[in-house]
């Protein structure tokens, strides 16, 4: 029993020796540990403070070079070729004849016609004498009267006819290949070329349809085109009132001169179109915004902290997007490390 207690006594006293140092050890490192957790809690960023600026509003899309005028030339009577007049894409006057088409019975015809009428000319005049007499009844004469008029119909019928055996420019411009040659035998279903008036050109181009109440008739565009250092300039002249379905977007009709037939149907083309200048815009780097399954938010250094804001978007630009509600100017907004932060995170800001 006497080893007993010496043994108690003694781990008594080790205890009560050994217990609060470890305590205190063991304080100081939760303590250290608190620390460096709340110093490692701290996320470095980079902000920027929104400044409301004018926006010169602007639209860049895609489009397509159309001609002036544009026409498949054809033959409205089915009829063998016998004289071509023109070269493949060179310019031709309107009203230049392009093509010929045979025409040697339509003029048998003709000479018939003009046989006849004259024929019946000559027995009217006879008759009018008798007529004149009382030697002949008026109805006949009437008759006679009737078959020379029913003639110089079927002369003008025939003459109606002859004309559309010369194939003729309907406006001035620059003719393309020709698909046929003498000798062969055309219809109107056959193109016998094309027709193209390139002095001025259209430029077709879609813009989506959050910008319809934004651009009026007349409003400038810019574009180039492949090959040419050059912007070139126009003006918008229409548009097709349709918004397409899929796309959700307008297309829009300019007109630009072409000094030097330079710009040629079916170019592509990279389209800016200058719209209404935008005054007091909250622009912010478009690396910012944060999608959502429903809008999208920012992430604004508020106090040391990470406060994230749901916003709505305007007008975006190739590095810019415009926000229309959720910040103000004034506001401080976080640009990098978006990903790794959470509401309320701590952050530091490093630029």
């Known amino acids: 029993v006497r080893n007993i207690s010496v043994i108690l006594i003694v781990i008594i006293i080790g205890a009560l020796l050994i217990v609060p140092k470890l305590l205190i050890s063991d304080k100081n490192k939760q303590q250290g540990s608190s620390n460096q957790g709340s110093q490692q809690s701290e996320t470095p960023v980079d902000v920027f403070v929104i400044k409301p600026i004018d926006l010169e509003n602007e639209v860049s899309t895609t489009g397509t070079i159309i001609a002036n005028e544009t026409v498949d030339i054809r033959s409205e009577l089915t009829r063998k070729i016998t004289g071509i007049y023109f070269n493949e894409g060179t310019y031709v006057q309107q009203?230049?004849?392009?093509?010929?088409?045979?025409?040697?019975?339509?003029?048998?015809?003709?000479?018939?016609?003009?046989l006849d009428e004259e024929l019946n000319l000559k027995q009217q005049d006879r008759e009018k004498q008798l007529l004149d007499k009382g030697l002949l009844n008026a109805e006949e004469y009437d008759i006679r009267e009737t078959n020379i008029e029913k003639i110089r119909a079927d002369i003008e019928v025939l003459e109606v006819e002859l004309s559309k055996t010369e194939i003729t420019a309907p406006f001035s411009g620059i003719t393309g290949f020709r698909n046929v040659s003498i000798g062969s035998l055309v219809s109107n279903a056959v193109d016998l070329t094309t027709i193209q008036d390139i002095s001025r050109v259209k430029v077709d181009f879609s813009i989506p349809e959050?910008?319809?109440?934004?651009?009026?008739?007349?409003?400038?565009?810019?574009?180039?085109?492949?090959?040419?250092?050059?912007?070139?300039?126009?003006?918008?002249?229409?548009?097709?009132?349709?918004?397409?379905?899929?796309?959700?977007t307008i297309v829009l009709r300019a007109s630009a001169n072409n000094k030097g037939s330079k710009l040629l149907p079916g170019s592509f083309v990279?389209?800016?179109?200058?719209?209404?200048?935008?005054?007091?815009?909250?622009?912010?780097?478009?690396?910012?915004?944060?999608?959502?399954?429903k809008g999208q938010s920012v992430i604004l250094y508020q106090n040391g902290k990470a406060i994230f804001k749901d916003v709505e978007t305007g007008i975006r630009g190739e590095k810019e997007i415009q926000i229309t509600s959720g910040i103000n100017s004034g506001d401080t907004l976080v640009t990098t490390n978006i990903l790794r932060l959470k509401p309320n995170n701590k952050v530091k800001i490093v630029n």
Do not use: C, H, W
Not at 235 to 240: E, L, R, W
Not at 273 to 290: H, W
């Open 95 to 114: 009203g230049k004849v392009l093509f010929k088409l045979d025409d040697s019975d339509l003029l048998a015809r003709l000479r018939r016609l003009d």
């Open 210 to 248: 959050k910008y319809i109440s934004l651009f009026t008739i007349g409003q400038d565009i810019t574009f180039n085109v492949e090959g040419y250092d050059e912007d070139f300039t126009g003006k918008v002249i229409s548009y097709d009132p349709l918004i397409n379905e899929n796309s959700r």
């Open 270 to 293: 990279k389209v800016k179109l200058k719209l209404e200048n935008i005054v007091n815009s909250i622009m912010i780097p478009t690396e910012s915004l944060i999608p959502k399954l």
